[in-house]
């Protein structure tokens, strides 16, 4: 989706917000939490999605802060919620790096790419694991 949304800057909508998941991650969380989330999006809101997707990671894996990822690449436990909530249908999930471990996970619009839809906070990186975890 690069091209198109590049010069953009993102838009959120909460319409697909997973609020009733309590797996390996939830929205069971605390005012500063949800205050930390907040003032993320404010700080990303300020970028294009081209200055969004150049941000990168520090230290010995250096690569992109915030990208796509494939469905198929997430966990067993977050590709069936996927379809519980008839989500399957996307290929990818865009998440953002928030911290350390930190990701806030969700789709992409297809009527207007640059519409972000959070889906989950996973605050302890279990959406999508690393393989040296």
């Not at 999605?49 to 494939?70: D, M, N």
């Amino acid at each position: 989706m690069p091209g198109e949304m590049d010069e953009q800057h993102p838009v959120w909508r909460t319409a697909l917000l997973d609020r009733e998941h309590d797996g390996s991650w939830s929205w069971k969380i605390t005012d500063q939490t949800l205050l930390k989330i907040v003032d993320f999006l404010s700080e990303m809101e300020r970028l294009t999605w081209r200055e969004i997707r150049q941000q990168q990671t520090g230290g010995r894996r250096r690569g992109p802060k915030h990208k796509s990822i494939p469905r198929d690449h997430l966990c067993k436990e977050a590709q069936e919620r996927l379809v519980e909530l008839q989500l399957d249908d996307f290929e990818d999930l865009f998440r953002f790096r928030t911290g350390n471990m930190e990701r806030l996970w969700g789709v992409l619009s297809s009527d207007s790419p640059r519409i972000f839809y959070p889906i989950w906070w996973d605050p302890d990186h279990r959406v999508c694991p690393s393989k040296d975890q």
